[in-house]
């Protein structure tokens, strides 16, 4: 009996674009890579070698890429600057889209996708948060949803990357949106999942660039802290930073009015600890994909599904938009000094309405 | 040979004022209780039985105290709104004053007690901020000041009370100047410790009543969320709660550009730790005391030893002034919904000087 | 291009077995599960849904299925009555063979597998010890194979299982070996690995029947500690249990003459903690495949590998038998009370030779 | 009005001994240290500005000290030769005396101050088991004694020394009686206290020479393991060394029906957490002594209070026989490599009687 797979191509094979395609060429039973599409020569260099040999067809040109014969699905991992095309034009082939994060760093290009999927309600059309297949934010949630903490009501989260002494990041963020939509994307989605619909009151960031002044240029920082204030008297705050010694160490922290959820405090790259003059180490994981590799191959996996089955994908496209749409907020608010202020229904109003 | 003792008294038998009396007649062996005064007679009675059989001479009316013969200390634990004019009492009788922070919930009232010690300076004069006395946080300071973090850039620090369901706090926030000034004054003292004199360019707070709405009519919340931003690039945030479900749960987080530490990240009542059907388990101090008491004997006897042998205290008087203001700040921020400006010589400004 | 990928078959469908089949099924990607074979109606059952939809041939007679066309390598996990019998006809038939741990509760039993696989050098044929790839027990092995605790001198490790009140392991105990061979012959095959080519001296053991007295007419125990002397001047000591209430907790300590290494000395089943008024809690997996999974999805993706490109096995058959001949000399001396010696070439002594 | 102070002495003024003198000067409000002696010049020398100008007498003769004008209690610190000399002595004087742990290296001198304590049973007569008056094993005990675990059946726990490079513990090993004897006399006496009154049925210890060899020409080595088989179907395990890199690690775990409590698994010392490029790093304490401090000054204060108000003490002076007993026979265990059995009233038997 043949069993039917999900016939799928991968759009840019960088650094999270190479992980995907090798996601769905190996770690995604149901799932066929069929395709994948770079415009670099390193990285079709790559997947000559990579993903060639076992029937992955490659292309240097995208729109050629989405007619492949018997095409499904396509996942969106390029640079973030194409995101938003890359997916409108999929959408428009009939496929499938998996969009890595986020979707734009402007909110009208974001919503330029959702628009786009609201066309075509029989497509699965999803944004990559990572973070929402991680098995320990799962948990999280369904604890709180099963009220083992109460009503969430401070919720604190961070995104913090091992420093990199190349400086790479300086270049990178003329592209990225600045560290809120880049880095915070994650928890201020993750914020929006676990305290549902509320509704945003208030905005203010700040910054520093403690290593990389530089990026003031770009109007970015290396670490910055956000407050985000709810109309349903909820409060959440973010730190997102490029400069931890250790590795990368993302955690969330919720505060409920019985209790309190934490996930990932401690971080650690693997179960050993070493016992030393010095004291007693453990390492920490180098980097993001250190952390959720797991949560990508399931994203993979339950996409594939969702496509194969036609079942409801784990959260809306919108909640991309809502995530972004904060981000930018905050990215602004530290760029002109200032806090932003909200009313009920969205709309920014000129002072604080207590 | 007889060994010289610091005779003091304690002004304030409450629950505070008690343990500081009792430190000072068990802990300090350089210390010699000779007088506590307290207005109220449930704590004359406990003193009657505790104290008094010791030969601790006991007062109602704190001026017949401060005349109290041969008296060289006092130690002011009274209700935070009396604690300056106390304090300013005693300095003004020669006599060295620990007063427990803060000074006072306004910044000119703080500032009496500096002008005070100012025309005095044979006296010892210091705000009882006992972290600095504990192991811990000097651990950290040394390691800071040792360079091994690097330029120490971002501070993020917290204050978190077990949830008291008596509603006790609600009452004491007409007094206690509000959650910035009564719970944070300790992170924001720790903060200008670690940074040194970093000078505030601006304050953000937000907060939310999440048990107590009542709480709002003191213009106060029972979780807060504050950022100060110092014109040096750095920052710091702040957070305090009265709502823990666990127990007291302080800690500190200083980020440098080479390295983090992190104090009391995971908060233990002791080293038990419970394998049960539900899991692993520990347990974690209900209280502040049962974080802080080793810091607060620490205290006492670094005082009593200061004032024996006129050594430099480890921090000045006025470092109080300066957490209150910016404690009060902070209350401002979260009470008009506002960010605060301040120039590089501390006056405000209206608007953002980026 | 077509990919070679290793024709496999997985004798054995009940709990591990089953997680086998599933293992090479999904998540071997140069693997094909091509036939399964199982005596019990139940199990048989399952395979119909759940392998022979993806085309795996369904076997109620082992050595039928060893016929199966172009198969190339079997998996054996039956029961451990019968490991050594099905990996020896496997053999015989020119097959690789990955054999569930132990090769039998008998020395000479799995003495057997290994003269049987070295008659046919061109074959892999290899003992499941599962923590040889789990990532965290290799990392380990690297940091001391590298020097950085020195000599490696003491060797502590448990098998603890969570509390089954189901009271099955009293009547599995008649099978089993012992807990000294059915749980501990892991940490002994871990202390050979990491001990080198010691030789044993001498071993002891001694054994509660904590929760199921029972036990005691198969000669077996809940709770066992057995110590064993090297020759080398090194000793190593076991606990194994059945009674967890937490969960699994399977750890490991090695001390050398510079350092400690320590292996998962606090189990956590994810990453979330949890603070509620009795405390901070944390979870922990409820049996091994919680601990161990992703080193079982290793172990097949590295024997494919290795059958495939005749590749190194990571260890030797015959490090099965050494674990098993410590394993069963434990269980002899928890039996019969007494100490049991051995000569520097493995030959048993009535006295000690001090 | 005065209050009744213990009028109390130290005898040994080495390095515990200092300790002892200071507590009960300093830290022991209802104590008065009136005298101290030594026989060590440099001991004196230390005292004659740390303890004399405090009003205490020092003394070069041990008798002479026992006639100090209105002694009341002497604490004995001593090396462990003299200390049931010493005792006895004082016993003799008619005063109270905690002594330090061991009573002897060997069990009839242990018994002799027993015997003499027996005769006057107006007096105090406590051996100085430090962890019975630490915080977390009077949790620890409290919880058991409550049921939260079930029946305790399983014990753990190991008394493990930083590496002291100096080899200074190889000629201590000549008067210390071994390493059972010494360190894991603190682990069996709290086996003892958590068991109860359980009855020794075997013991059995091995051990080696890690990085001291010349401690063979005393019978001891710097790792010992030593398991010992109670009669009514518990086990306790043991482990000692004196290697460890990063400092004092002593724990304990107690396995019962129904749970686990584990004391101090992950050694500390301090709140600091340390991120650094090498990862997560904590310093744990370096001795006994930075693990106990508060026990010790908990045991003066209760030593104290008992003596002054006639109170039973925590623990009989004849659980300290029972620690030696078991200490040595493990300490010959490991000399003769033979298992050591006993009948259910305490006498030794030749074989095992299952």
Not at 98 to 109: A, I, W
Not at 263 to 270: D, E, K, Q, R, V
Request: with cysteine.
């Amino acid at each position: 009996m043949a069993i039917k797979k999900l016939k799928i191509a991968c759009s840019g094979l960088g650094r999270m674009g190479a992980r995907h395609a090798l996601h769905f060429l190996e770690k995604t039973p149901r799932a066929e890579l069929v395709a994948a599409f770079s415009p670099d020569e390193k990285e079709i260099a790559w997947a000559r070698s990579k993903l060639e040999p076992f029937g992955v067809k490659l292309y240097t040109d995208y729109e050629e890429m989405l007619k492949h014969p018997g095409l499904e699905a396509v996942v969106v991992a390029t640079a973030t600057t194409v995101h938003a095309e890359q997916a409108i034009k999929a959408i428009e082939k009939d496929l499938h889209v998996l969009c890595e994060k986020p979707l734009s760093t402007r909110v009208d290009l974001s919503q330029g996708v959702v628009d786009a999927a609201k066309k075509k309600p029989h497509l699965k059309v999803m944004c990559g948060f990572s973070r929402r297949f991680d098995a320990s934010y799962r948990d999280a949630y369904n604890r709180l949803d099963n009220g083992d903490i109460g009503r969430a009501c401070v919720f604190r989260s961070q995104t913090c990357d091992k420093l990199d002494p190349s400086g790479f990041f300086v270049d990178y963020a003329q592209f990225s949106g600045g560290i809120f939509v880049d880095c915070n994307i994650h928890d201020i989605d993750l914020c929006l999942w676990y305290f549902g619909d509320s509704r945003v009151k208030s905005v203010t960031a700040v910054g520093i660039t403690a290593v990389q002044p530089a990026l003031r240029k770009y109007g970015d920082v290396d670490n910055g802290v956000g407050v985000v204030e709810f109309h349903d008297d909820r409060v959440a705050y973010f730190y997102s930073s490029r400069i931890m010694a250790a590795g990368q160490h993302d955690m969330t922290e919720v505060i409920g009015t019985e209790g309190k959820l934490t996930i990932n405090a401690n971080p650690m790259g693997g179960l050993v600890e070493m016992s030393e003059p010095s004291g007693v180490r453990r390492e920490i994981p180098p980097d993001y994909y250190g952390r959720f590799k797991e949560a990508f191959i399931t994203e993979a996996n339950e996409f594939t599904e969702a496509c194969l089955e036609n079942k409801k994908l784990p959260f809306k496209i919108s909640a991309a938009v809502d995530a972004v749409r904060i981000g930018c907020a905050l990215q602004e608010s530290l760029r002109s000094g200032k806090k932003i202020y909200f009313d009920e229904v969205g709309n920014r109003i000129e002072k604080a309405n207590l």
